[in-house]
């Protein structure tokens, strides 16, 4: 119950395209999720997160949607970039001795072709 | 601002010794959490240190322990390494327990 899935574990995009990538996660009482960027030799750098009182959440090419009742959430990459090549990593935190823990995904490593 | 650093960036140990890694929060940040990041995996998380107390733990060992310091930076202290402990250390600070964690470019540990 305290495992949040995510898919796909790799992703190939051509420059220009929308990169997705999907989590899921068991317990109803997290109340945050934010999203991870992580390039290689580098810490996890924050990159946008939503809680569950929307549906969506938009920062730049950067978009967040949330289904609470699927307890599903994605990240979209508009206009995929070159430079967006790193491994992405969902999260999830909130509820009774999970305040300020995150649990993470697996990871996804996407590849933006030129 | 200053960000989240830690110290050192690369250490390697045998197997049976002790090691203690260091993180400096982000200015204005009272809570420090660290996580430990197996070769592609996601974090897991360790502990998180809250005004100098421990404020939730997952599940590692007791010979992980750690520290908190009155000016919020900390300390994650490792005895008896095992291989398996050969990972990157990450440290991240926020403004409170439930706050975004913003993470420092951790510290690689190699046990041989």
């Known amino acids: 119950q305290q495992q949040v899935k995510q898919s796909p574990q790799s992703l190939i995009v051509q420059k220009g395209g929308i990169s997705i990538i999907n989590c899921a996660y068991e317990?109803?009482?997290?109340?945050?999720f934010p999203w991870y960027q992580q390039f290689p030799g580098k810490g996890p750098a924050l990159l946008i997160a939503?809680?569950?009182?929307?549906s969506e959440k938009k920062e730049g090419r950067f978009t967040i949607s949330f289904n609470k009742s699927a307890k599903q959430f994605s990240l979209h990459i508009m206009d995929s970039q070159p430079g967006d090549s790193a491994t992405y990593f969902c999260?999830?935190?909130?509820?009774?001795?999970?305040?300020?823990?995150?649990?993470f995904g697996q990871g996804t490593t996407l590849q933006v072709k030129p | 601002e200053t960000g989240v650093t830690q110290s050192p960036t690369h250490l390697i140990k045998t197997r049976g010794q002790q090691v203690t890694l260091r993180c400096s929060s982000q200015?204005?940040?009272?809570?420090v959490s660290w996580y430990q990041q197996a070769l592609g995996q996601g974090p897991q998380f360790i502990f998180q240190?809250?005004?100098?107390?421990?404020?939730g733990r997952g599940n590692f060992p007791p010979r992980f322990s750690g520290l908190q310091f009155p000016n919020y930076s900390s300390e994650l202290n490792v005895n008896a390494l095992e291989l398996d402990d050969s990972a990157l250390y990450l440290c991240?600070?926020?403004?409170?327990?439930?706050?975004?964690?913003?993470f420092g470019p951790g510290t690689r540990l190699t046990v041989l």
């Open positions: 991240a600070s926020s403004s409170t327990s439930r706050d975004e964690q913003f």
């Open positions: 317990n109803t009482a997290f109340d945050y």
């Open positions: 939503i809680r569950p009182d929307v």
């Open positions: 999260a999830a935190s909130g509820g009774s001795g999970n305040t300020g823990k995150l649990i």
């Open positions: 200015s204005g940040h009272n809570t």
């Open positions: 240190y809250y005004r100098e107390e421990e404020n």
